[in-house]
């Protein structure tokens, strides 16, 4: 079975994230590399890239993947912020570049009224500019299944699908599937047969090889609703049942699962992330 962890803070330091993931018992965590709602880093120094290494070689913890800020608009039909964008993401690259990250997870976009097919369009352009310019070489984009709030693109695979068609270098393009955010869209996994028909049109459409990592979400709102809103393991629309045929699908045995659910403690003071790491466990 793959590895479990969850979404980890950078704040004080991004080595730290691997310290907090190791209290919390993950084997795995994502980072954002750089404040997530701000378009403007502090470019990394080798001190910083010496301590990350040194805290990944000591917690074993792997694999880490990034995931884009929330700024970031590859589909804008903006000029300006197409353009911010793209200077945003290539820097994102270059960041998980140096930190010897393989995958940088990211939102599709949000075509703002301009249509699907123009923002897909302008997504795969995007990336396509991006790998030409040769930067982060080593790194794989992952575009993430979304929830399809407002004009998001990425609610149906046929999306990805389509992005993935456009890029050239398409071996540098991978999915991470959101739990949460399938189901929001349409895509009842919360069902045996509902569950077998979604992988099996995710490998029609996408291709299952394509995918690399799971979030691992419950979800808050009801199937359809494209409404995004994460709940804990087992308290959701999803259920227990739905995480235990997940976790013991032997397709997905060498993934990595990452939880995004709300963070905290609950009523007993214990911290969120332990709470859900150990139910997902228990299911195992
Ligand atoms: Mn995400
Ligand atoms: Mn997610
Ligand atoms: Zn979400």
Known sequence: MGA?????????????????????????????????????????????????????????????????????NLASPEEGLYRQSLKALGEELQRAEALRLPYLIMHPGSHKGSGEQEGLHRIAQGINLLYHRGGGT???????TTAGQGTNL?????????IIELVEE???????????????????????EGYEATFEEFHRIIGLDRLKVIHINDSRAQLGTRIDRHEHIGRGHLGLET?????????????????????????????WDVVNLRVLRELL
């Open 4 to 72: 479990l962890g969850a979404h980890m803070s950078i704040a004080g330091g991004i080595h730290k994230a691997l310290w907090r993931g190791k209290q919390l018992g993950c084997d795995t965590i994502q980072i954002f590399t750089k404040n997530a709602n701000q378009w403007r880093a502090k470019p990394l120094v080798p001190g910083d890239i010496d301590a990350f290494q040194k805290a990944w070689q000591q917690t074993g913890i792997n694999p880490i993947m990034a995931h884009d800020s929330y700024l970031i």
């Open 154 to 162: 990425g609610y149906r695979f046929e999306h990805l699908a389509k």
């Open 138 to 144: 080593e790194v794989m984009i992952l575009l993430e």
């Open 243 to 271: 995480f235990r045929r997940l976790l013991q699908d032997t397709r997905f045995a060498a993934l990595p699962f990452i939880l995004e659910t709300p963070k905290g403690k609950d009523s007993q003071g214990e911290d």
């Open 170 to 192: 398409d071996e540098r393009v991978g999915v991470c599937l959101d739990t949460c955010h399938v189901f929001a869209a349409g895509y009842d996994i919360s069902t045996p």
